[in-house]
């Protein structure tokens, strides 16, 4: 009986740990215009303080994402999750989705990481 397992499929992603952090989130004098991740509606509220039951940080310190792929509602994105980047075939950005820090560290390698074969020197 053939055993089958999927081809690893890279993913363009982005460790998010505050404002500004996604690409293409419009930062203009370390001022965030929210482009890809805007502030949770609790920054500078005093309800910010609450700690999300996720994470345990802060309310406050967490983004709210806009353009998720496949999701009509805003999802909220806690300090260290990751964006994965969803791209056309013309590389242009669909949207994004968010991925847990624990699945990218189960599943994922980082390539950038690893180290360059050298080719091997004639003799």
């Keep these: ?59 406050a310190d967490h983004g709210v994402i806009k353009k998720l792929v496949g999701v009509d509602k805003e999802r909220v994105i806690c300090p260290g999750d990751w964006l994965r980047v969803h791209r056309d075939g013309k590389k242009r950005i669909e949207g994004y989705s968010i991925v847990k820090n624990t699945v990218i ?13 050298q080719p091997e020197k004639k003799k």
């Excluded at 397992?5 to 215009?33: C, L, M, T």
């Excluded at 560290?105 to 074969?117: A, S």
Aim: net charge negative.
């Design 1 to 59: 009986m053939p055993v089958f397992i999927p081809k690893p499929e890279p993913i363009e992603v982005y460790q998010w740990f505050k404002n500004g952090d996604a690409p293409g989130d419009g930062v203009i004098n370390n001022i965030n215009s929210g482009g890809v991740v805007a502030r949770h509606p609790t920054y500078g509220h005093f309800t910010g303080g609450q700690l999300c039951p996720t994470c345990n940080k802060q309310i």
């Design 105 to 117: 560290l189960e599943r994922y390698v980082d390539i950038t990481t690893l180290p360059i074969p």
